[in-house]
């Protein structure tokens, strides 16, 4: 069995979206792709194996700090939450740390505008919907924050055994929703396109 990133629309598999990529404007859209799956049941561990591995590095980014703000309500932004335990905003106190889940420029804009000086953004969502204009000197160097990616890879695919107990338990609780493509997308974390 083999993941991949790639365009929605060009596929060999099944294809799995988290909500948050169809939202922020990119044509094309990006999907995982789990390829040589002998179910669909198969290929929906896979995806959401792959997508956890991103979610847990990306907790990892900002693990002992808070308050912590996850951006999105996709499955990684779900992943994120559950993995960090109650991540909240500190009740009106600008976050030490952002993790970005939508790749959308203007939530990426917004969620630094609130980052406390000093702070970790880290990004990892789909880039998607154009570029993130920032003056990298007044917008980042001279509040000395720290700018992390974490790609979704699919090479680095961990199993099961690797993965927190409450990343798997969120994966449990919220299965894909199958989807046709080029029909509108009912409201869901994360879709099997069919």
Known sequence: M????????RRDGAAYVDAEWTSAGADPVAALVVVDAESDDRADRAAALALLSLAARA??????????????GGF????????????DTGNGTRPAAVVDTTGDPGRIREALSR???LGTLVLAGEM????????????????GLRI???????????????LPAAALA???SVPP??????????????????
């Open 2 to 9: 083999r993941v991949e990133l790639v365009d929605a629309a």
């Open 128 to 143: 998607a919907g154009g570029a993130l204009e920032l003056d990298l000197y007044p917008d980042v160097h001279v509040r």
């Open 59 to 72: 907790a990892r980014e900002v693990a002992g700090v808070r308050p912590v703000d996850v951006v999105g």
């Open 170 to 172: 969120y994966a449990e």
């Open 115 to 117: 980052l406390d000086d």
């Open 76 to 87: 990684v932004a779900g992943a994120v939450r559950a993995l960090l335990g109650a991540a």
């Open 177 to 194: 929703l199958a989807a046709a493509t080029g029909a509108p997308l009912p409201p869901a974390a994360w879709y099997r396109l069919r």
């Open 148 to 162: 992390v990616g974490v790609p979704l890879d699919p090479e680095g695919l961990r199993g099961a055994d690797e």
